[in-house]
């Protein structure tokens, strides 16, 4: 799956900016994330440029290269809304079907699972009960892997998507 910028509209993504007013797509997984990669599941944090990662494209497992990773912090804006605020989204093990994800999993709101050959923000999914916005936390890092392509990647036993660059890149180290 090959997602263009001009596209971000028709697959339900939501853009905003920050304070220079560039794009930001906020694409990220928290600490302890478990990408898939030849070698098994690997925390997103130790992931590196070059990096071997697991995708699903036309119903095919394929490898890709890391062509870059990020790192950036996060602090909850607690006087907005929930889906705005910041708060991360935990999805309860087992939440989307037994064993899926494997462990609770925590992302960022405009974070996509992939569900039948399309990208669901997760936002969408929230229902207060297996998948919620965890306001215990108000402060975190989050973490970018881009592959070669905007590919589906598999995180926590889940179907998701790897980081879609839109120029933000230098808000990240």
């Not at 596209?7 to 994330?33: I, M, T």
């Not at 969408?124 to 975190?140: A, H």
């Not at 973490?143 to 990240?172: C, K, Q």
Request: aromatic share 10%; charged share 25%; with cysteine.
């Amino acid at each position: 799956v090959t997602l263009h910028i001009d596209d971000v509209s028709q697959y339900g993504y939501a853009l905003s900016s920050d304070a220079d007013g560039n794009a930001v797509y906020e694409v990220c997984f928290l600490p302890g994330s478990m990408i898939r990669t030849p070698c098994g599941d690997v925390a997103v944090e130790t992931l590196q440029l070059g990096d071997d990662v697991l995708t699903f494209a036309d119903g095919q497992s394929t490898v890709r290269k890391v062509t870059w990773a990020g790192k950036a912090h996060a602090t909850v804006r607690a006087g907005l809304p929930d889906d705005e605020a910041g708060y991360p989204v935990r999805i309860l093990k087992n939440a989307i079907a037994d064993g899926v994800p494997y462990k609770d999993m925590l992302i960022t709101s405009e974070h996509c699972l992939f569900f039948e050959g399309r990208f669901v923000p997760v936002r969408m999914l929230v229902n207060g009960y297996s998948i919620f916005y965890d306001k215990s936390i108000t402060s975190y890092d989050y973490y970018h892997v881009e592959t070669e392509e905007h590919s589906v990647i598999t995180a926590d036993g889940m179907l998701t998507e790897s980081y879609l660059d839109t120029g933000n890149r230098r808000a990240f180290r």
